[in-house]
């Protein structure tokens, strides 16, 4: 049988100061009271109010300084990413994507290696297969774009497109009930022709293909 967990007492001090910023108790950049006053108006030890403290400065909510105090540096917890990409519609995420992918296209036309060119011929390879079945094009197509963001040698535009995935992922599934087949001719051309922009090292010609491109998912999707 499952049973209630009592909230530790970091986490309950936490909650409660919490409660406060938001109600604006103190202004944006404002400096806390020190420990001593916080702890009777928590109820809780000093120790306890650091550890709360250390909890929602690693939220982004405080921020310590050394020799200074303890300031506040959001009114609100950031909303967790996965959150707000699951809760985005699919033109929103494609906005998203044509914002990160065209600037990771032209990124990679300037610093792809003879790796990324493998990976790039190899993954246009494997999507243009037509034994695939079209959750297998899916993943393929996928990977395509994944190679091209990861030539573009930016960890955070790629740690970016990696948390948008699940998201990519219904955006194309979406896309292929509509066709009667996974990938048309004239799509897999436009994947062609970013992959040879990126391998002439023609940067413009890269984020232009890459555009048109995903303007046009866009354009289908609605």
């Known amino acids: 049988m499952a049973q209630v967990r009592r909230e530790p007492l970091a986490d309950q001090a936490a909650r409660l100061l919490l409660e406060r910023v938001r109600a604006q108790e103190w202004e944006l950049g404002?400096?806390?009271p020190g420990e001593t006053t916080l702890a009777p108006q928590?109820?809780?030890g000093r120790s306890t109010v650091r550890e709360a403290i250390r909890l929602l400065a690693g939220r982004g909510v405080l921020a310590a300084?050394?020799?200074a105090g303890v300031f506040v540096t959001a009114l609100d917890v950031a909303e967790e990413w996965d959150d707000v990409v699951r809760r985005a519609d699919l033109t929103a995420v494609i906005e998203a994507r044509i914002a990160?992918?065209?600037?990771a296209a032209s990124l990679a036309a300037e610093r792809r290696t003879r790796t990324d060119i493998r990976a790039l011929r190899d993954a246009l390879a494997a999507r243009a297969d037509d034994a695939l079945t079209r959750e297998e094009y899916v993943v393929a197509d996928l990977a395509f774009h994944r190679t091209v963001v990861a030539a573009a040698h930016n960890p955070i535009l790629?740690?970016?497109?990696d948390g948008f995935t699940p998201r990519l992922r219904e955006s194309m599934q979406e896309m292929v009930r509509r066709r009667p087949t996974g990938g048309s001719d004239a799509d897999h051309d436009d994947h062609v022709a970013l992959a040879e922009a990126i391998i002439d090292r023609d940067a413009p010609r890269s984020a232009a293909t890459s555009?048109?491109?995903?303007?046009?998912?866009?354009?289908?999707?609605?």
């Open 100 to 103: 990160i992918e065209t600037e």
């Open 158 to 161: 790629l740690e970016l497109f």
């Open 65 to 67: 300084r050394q020799g």
């Open 42 to 44: 928590l109820g809780v």
């Open 211 to 222: 555009r048109t491109h995903l303007t046009a998912l866009k354009d289908f999707l609605s």
């Open 30 to 32: 404002e400096k806390l």
